[in-house]
């Protein structure tokens, strides 16, 4: 079995199901069913579809349990049956990015659905070009897929391929604005606030520090810089601080007397060690300049 390799941003596809013509790039095709019944008054109705992995979509059409595309093309294949159908190639597509080559044929596949009208007179559910474009999924195609899907879920494996995807990519201000449109009055309620909290448990927030270094770099200091921060405040920032901290015992060598700290800077502010010298300390079993040993201890 050939080791599978990746290719594409907005959709990834194995190359394996690919076909790479060289000079030309990545080879795509926009393809049509049409059935063949005379006498009936679908005869001559056709589908219009588009991939960059025709063989694997041709198997796909052959076993008649497999769910295929939308719902009108699905029932229709239920009616009449798969081999009353018969398959051209309607146009070749190549590009050496697959990401291209895929908007190359959408645009395709909706200039022959218009032009052989298999939206409305044929067994396109939608117009093409984006997928579902100009058509609303109904509860019924809702259903079906999701019965399709089952219990799937992406392995983790999957996820983290389309967590590194989006590494990099910026939404455009048009996007924010519409993100920014559609949430404005919105509150969040406590599910999901806990689900929120119980997904970020043992990470780092990333995100809201990068936010917070870049706001640090355009307005200079911290956001409390000038202000008189609340009490309340003050004692959550207190309170995570001594829960992520690392509690120390600070040990007075003269006569070996010793205190416990719920963070190092608790204890630096106690013995006036600075933590870097307090840090050493625990790491090489040192004596501070102050007279202190320090140990990391476990936290009650």
Known sequence: MKKKEYVGVKKRYDKNHLRWVDGKGWEGVVYKYTLNKPGDPKDGWSYIGETPEETVRRSKWEIAENKYAGQKIATARETFGIKMFSYTVLETLYDPDIDKLVEKLEKREAHYISKYDSNKHGFNSNKGGTGRKGQKISQEEIDRRNEARGDFHHTDATKQRISQSQIGRKQSDEAKAKISAGNKGKKRTEAMNKAQSDRMKGKVPTAATEAAKEWVKQNGGSYWKGKKM???????????????????????????????????????????????SVKYSIEHGSTTKRGYKYEQIAKP
């Open 230 to 276: 609340p009490e309340e405040a003050r004692a959550k920032i207190k309170a995570v601080q001594q829960a992520n901290g690392t509690a120390v015992r600070a040990i007075k060598v003269i006569d070996g007397s010793s205190e416990d700290f719920p963070t190092m800077l608790d204890a630096s502010k106690k013995t006036g060690d600075g933590t870097g």
